[in-house]
């Protein structure tokens, strides 16, 4: 049981450059979730999904799309990548945040560096 | 909406001593609590989680929580801390209302020094 994958794990960008980063989960999760992690600030939510299909905000969206065509996978973008972007990314996902099982399952992370 | 603050950002402790990682929240609406842990270069993975019942929980590793309603804490605890347990820790709530998208804190570094 593989959990949630990111793909990749590590990248360097020069500025305005694009990438996608590839969250995949197996456990058939409504929730998707795209955090960023920089030191001092913990977790900050970017973008999350609430089924397939749906996308919403989250706290820090400005530069990132997200798309979740099929459920078992969620898609960040950043179309003209920043420095001020640089940073560890973190997808999640969780059940029905109402239910019992409704603590969320994070991958490994990838850590994207913008020169 | 909801916010979570965990009052200390760095916590050293020597091996076998008890230590307590803090956390405080506000919400509008009633709340689901957790613990997450973070060991180095890897994702967090669940401690602990409040959702009903019992004030007292009680996770992996040896450790537990108390959920204290009126002053809207979440403090984590354990006896007596190994090495092993040096990593970052994290407060989070998920309202049960709204979004139902939990909040994270900004996490506590323990240290566990031998």
């Known amino acids: 049981n593989a959990g949630v994958t990111q793909t990749p794990k590590f990248r360097v960008l020069k500025t305005g450059q694009s990438m996608t980063l590839l969250c995949a989960q197996d456990m058939n999760h409504e929730y998707m979730y795209w955090y960023r992690q920089d030191p001092g600030m913990g977790l900050r939510l970017i973008h999350y999904?609430?089924?397939?299909?749906?996308?919403a905000k989250g706290e820090v969206p400005d530069g990132y799309n997200v798309s979740r065509l099929k459920k078992q996978n969620f898609l960040l973008g950043l179309e003209s990548a920043a420095p001020s972007q640089t940073s560890v990314y973190f997808c999640a996902s969780s059940y029905s945040p109402t239910g019992t099982n409704t603590e969320a399952f994070f991958g490994q992370g990838t850590r994207l560096t913008v020169v | 909406a909801q916010s979570v603050t965990q009052l200390d950002s760095q916590v050293p402790v020597f091996e076998e001593a008890p230590v307590e990682l803090r956390c405080n929240y506000s919400s509008s609406v009633s709340v689901y609590l957790f613990w997450y842990v973070q060991y180095p270069n890897q994702g967090l993975q669940l401690l602990l989680k409040y959702l009903s019942g019992s004030t007292l929980v009680k996770g992996i590793n040896g450790f537990e929580a108390e959920f204290n309603k009126s002053q809207t804490s979440f403090h984590l605890r354990k006896p007596s801390v190994h090495i092993s347990d040096t990593a970052e820790y994290f407060c989070?709530?998920?309202?049960?209302?709204?979004?139902?998208?939990?909040?994270f804190g900004r996490g506590t570094s323990l240290i566990v020094h031998p």
């Open positions: 999904s609430v089924g397939e299909g749906t996308t």
């Open positions: 989070a709530v998920s309202p049960l209302g709204g979004s139902y998208i939990p909040t």
